[in-house]
């Protein structure tokens, strides 16, 4: 990934944390309407470069995710999670595979930081029911803030180490 993608991806981990602790629970739901309007989008430019198949495969897909998103909102934390706590177990298991040795004990922080948030995300996110609901999105955002901090202070630690 380039160091302009790295920063994008930083802060945009960022303002989603800001996101979740403000919004909490509804801002799954609105994340839902996002995706659902991005794939209309993307299959009226498939549409216009002529690749019909796609795009009304995208188009209906964007209009069953606006529809029915807010109703499947549990199932999509599930999947997060499960996606989260995949990401990160397999982010950690490549650090030990291939024995990610830091010289600089800050960066070795940084490097497995990473994928352990990732997996106190999943955690969190599988959770999410019940009394602690407020607790575990703030949880999150405050999480997801680290993960994109961690995210930045990488990119600009690379140059340094």
């Given at each position: 990934m380039k160091k302009t993608e790295k920063l994008i991806a930083?802060?945009?981990?960022?303002?989603?944390?800001?996101?979740?602790i403000v919004m909490k629970d509804k801002f799954i739901g609105i994340l839902m309407t996002i995706a659902g309007v991005s794939l209309i989008v993307l299959g009226v430019v498939d549409i216009v470069q002529q690749s019909v198949p796609p795009a009304v495969i995208?188009?209906?897909?964007?209009?069953?995710?606006i529809v029915c998103g807010w109703t499947v909102v549990e199932a999509v934390l599930y999947i997060v999670a499960a996606a989260l706590l995949i990401l990160g177990i397999l982010l950690l298991y490549d650090k030990?595979?291939?024995?990610?040795?830091?010289?600089n004990l800050l960066y070795a922080i940084c490097e497995?930081?990473?994928?352990?948030?990732?997996?106190?995300?999943?955690?969190?996110?599988?959770?999410?029911?019940?009394?602690?609901v407020n607790f575990?999105?703030?949880g999150c955002g405050i999480l997801t803030i680290i993960e994109g901090g961690l995210?930045?202070?990488?990119?600009?630690?690379?140059?340094?180490f």
């Amino acid at each position: 990934m380039k160091k302009t993608e790295k920063l994008i991806a930083a802060l945009l981990m960022m303002v989603i944390g800001v996101l979740f602790i403000v919004m909490k629970d509804k801002f799954i739901g609105i994340l839902m309407t996002i995706a659902g309007v991005s794939l209309i989008v993307l299959g009226v430019v498939d549409i216009v470069q002529q690749s019909v198949p796609p795009a009304v495969i995208k188009i209906v897909s964007g209009i069953f995710v606006i529809v029915c998103g807010w109703t499947v909102v549990e199932a999509v934390l599930y999947i997060v999670a499960a996606a989260l706590l995949i990401l990160g177990i397999l982010l950690l298991y490549d650090k030990i595979k291939h024995r990610v040795i830091c010289a600089n004990l800050l960066y070795a922080i940084c490097e497995y930081a990473v994928p352990i948030v990732c997996i106190l995300l999943g955690i969190l996110l599988l959770f999410h029911r019940g009394a602690a609901v407020n607790f575990v999105f703030i949880g999150c955002g405050i999480l997801t803030i680290i993960e994109g901090g961690l995210i930045l202070f990488n990119t600009f630690s690379e140059e340094l180490f």
